[in-house]
């Protein structure tokens, strides 16, 4: 996948891919060429569209890096890699899409309240070939909201207040070995682990040393085994 922008823009492209490359590499979890091209295009087209439209509030290549890619590149191990895969608030498709292209047998539902990014979605899953995934345009207030997805093998969301959310008895949210992954603050871990969304128990945590403090808190179905 080569990017197709000015010649200023192919040279941000390449110095985001090397110091992708770079970083994934130095948290000894390398990517295979096709992840790093594909996460390259993601981050393309984020600039490309952002010069347009305000998308993201992080302006530097290496912020964008740290905080957009190499989170879902440090917590990709724990999920396993079949089924639907619901990113609740997904934005401009983090951290769903950069998890669908480390785990490719996951089928991503991109659910974005915005109009405006939804519209960006969908131009990201074109591009990248992510044929089998979907953009809902839709808020989420509950989870009957998400009813016609559910149960679903993965949830996960990051930047919003996902526990309220998903904290009424609604349908079930993750099928038998299912999981929520959720990229959250120390505090927010802490809630979850004390006062679980119903059905649901607290699973680990894994400390995220891009951004001092956050983690990511995985949640499994009560009655499934440990």
Known sequence: MVPRETAPGQEDAREFRKELVAAADGAGRPLTDLQADMMTEHYRLLREWSARMNLTGLKERAAILRRHFLEPILAA?????????????????????PLAILRPGLVPVLVEA???????????????????????????????????????????????????????????????????????????????????????????????PTTPGDAV????RQDDPD
């Open 114 to 208: 915005s109009e405006k990014k939804s519209t960006f979605l969908w131009m990201i899953l074109r591009g990248l070939g992510l044929k089998a995934a979907q953009v809902v345009t839709r808020r989420v207030c509950r989870r009957a909201d998400l009813a016609e997805f559910l149960p679903a093998r993965w949830v996960t969301y990051r930047a919003i207040r996902g526990r309220e959310c998903l904290g009424d008895p609604g349908p079930d949210l993750l099928e038998p070995g299912g999981g929520l992954i959720a990229f959250v603050s120390g505090v927010e871990t802490d809630e979850l682990r004390m006062d679980p969304p119903p059905g649901l128990r607290f699973a680990v945590k894994r400390d995220l």
């Open 217 to 220: 808190a995985i949640l499994r």
């Open 77 to 97: 191990d724990l999920i396993d890699a079949q089924g639907r895969l619901i990113d609740i608030g997904s934005g401009n498709g983090f951290p769903g899409v």
